[in-house]
């Protein structure tokens, strides 16, 4: 899986090039690229970094991430009881403030795209990663795919933002072979692929969708495509063998710096790391300038149904 370093200097406004670049790194990013940046180009205050550091992992008052909802301006993740409210007004704040600065970036960054996405959740992660006990579905160290369990894309991309804040250590990562190739290993031996609804399953959904009840119960919600992403995500993570056999790369991503993923097309695995920041953005596979790479048109192509 390549991943693609972006200097400095390339991000300058006043580079003759500049458009012309945008737009190949966008077409690596569709294909499955990790656009890399060694010194992030989102800075974050000294005062908010040093703050974050010192959130002690073991801390009652926090959670395994502290999650910021743009859309709402709601904080989660942290118990203002234990925390106090001074300690937790100064994390929304700066939540906030990391949000806001990365989109501002990446409306510039990724102009081709004409702000077509929806500003999901951003995340704080002061949690080491090497070596924490979680469920099989639930743990990073496994190579996956992204899909959320309660929030189904209907087939927008879920790219994720992310920044290394730890003063001297790597997050270490490892990533697999592409959607593609992957999907066709899982489907439709090891997983049924995705079909369009019947007459039945259409008629259900509408009746929930106009009572209200799809709002409370995640299958309603999801189409096809959800549906399959997230059984894709569960069957990578369960499947032995393709865990221990599969072709892998590690990457470290350093001190200070950030990258880029489309984590639905990238299977990825967080292997140690502590401190991160991330902000998650859905985009809309029309607003891309490969079309042809987003999963949603890898499965409609396979299945030959419409699927979102």
């Known amino acids: 899986m390549p991943v693609h370093a972006i200097p400095q200097d390339a991000l300058s406004p006043a580079s003759p090039v500049r458009e012309q670049r945008i737009r190949v790194w966008c077409t690596q990013l569709e294909a499955g690229g990790i656009l890399y940046f060694p010194e992030t180009p989102v800075l974050v205050p000294y005062a908010d970094v040093e703050f974050l550091l010192g959130q002690q992992k073991c801390s009652s008052s926090l959670?395994?991430?502290?999650?910021?909802?743009?859309?709402?301006?709601?904080?989660?993740?942290?118990?203002?009881?234990?925390?106090g409210p001074d300690k937790v007004q100064r994390m929304h704040e700066i939540m906030r403030r990391y949000s806001s600065s990365v989109e501002a970036f990446l409306v510039e960054f990724l102009s081709p795209?004409?702000?077509?996405?929806?500003?999901?959740?951003?995340?704080?992660r002061p949690v080491e990663e090497k070596g924490r006990d979680l469920s099989m579905?639930?743990?990073?160290?496994?190579?996956?795919?992204?899909?959320?369990p309660t929030r189904p894309t209907r087939g927008w991309r879920i790219l994720r933002f992310f920044h290394n804040i730890h003063p001297n250590r790597t997050r270490d990562w490892v990533v697999g072979e592409p959607f593609a190739?992957?999907?066709?290993?899982?489907?439709?031996?090891k997983l049924a692929l995705p079909r369009a609804d019947g007459p039945v399953a259409?008629?259900?959904?509408?009746?929930?969708?106009?009572?209200?009840?799809?709002?409370l119960v995640p299958q309603w919600k999801r189409t096809p495509y959800d549906a399959f992403m997230m059984r894709l995500h569960n069957t990578m993570k369960e499947d032995t063998a393709f865990q221990a056999g599969c072709q892998r790369e590690e990457v470290q991503f350093a001190?200070?710096?950030?990258?880029?993923?489309?984590?639905?097309?990238?299977?990825?695995?967080?292997?140690?790391?502590?401190?991160?920041?991330?902000?998650?953005?859905?985009v809309d596979p029309a607003a891309m300038v490969t079309r042809d790479s987003t999963p949603l048109e890898i499965l409609e192509k396979m299945t030959g149904h419409v699927l979102a």
Request: net charge positive.
């Open 113 to 124: 795209y004409q702000r077509r996405w929806r500003l999901d959740y951003a995340s704080f």
């Open 255 to 282: 001190s200070g710096s950030s990258w880029m993923v489309y984590t639905e097309t990238v299977p990825h695995a967080v292997l140690g790391g502590q401190f991160a920041l991330e902000q998650t953005f859905l």
């Open 137 to 148: 579905r639930h743990r990073n160290d496994l190579l996956h795919t992204d899909a959320f």
């Open 202 to 215: 259409r008629a259900g959904k509408q009746f929930a969708q106009a009572t209200g009840i799809a709002s």
């Open 63 to 83: 959670h395994k991430n502290i999650a910021y909802k743009p859309g709402r301006d709601k904080l989660s993740g942290i118990d203002e009881k234990s925390a």
């Open 181 to 189: 190739r992957v999907v066709r290993e899982f489907a439709p031996v």
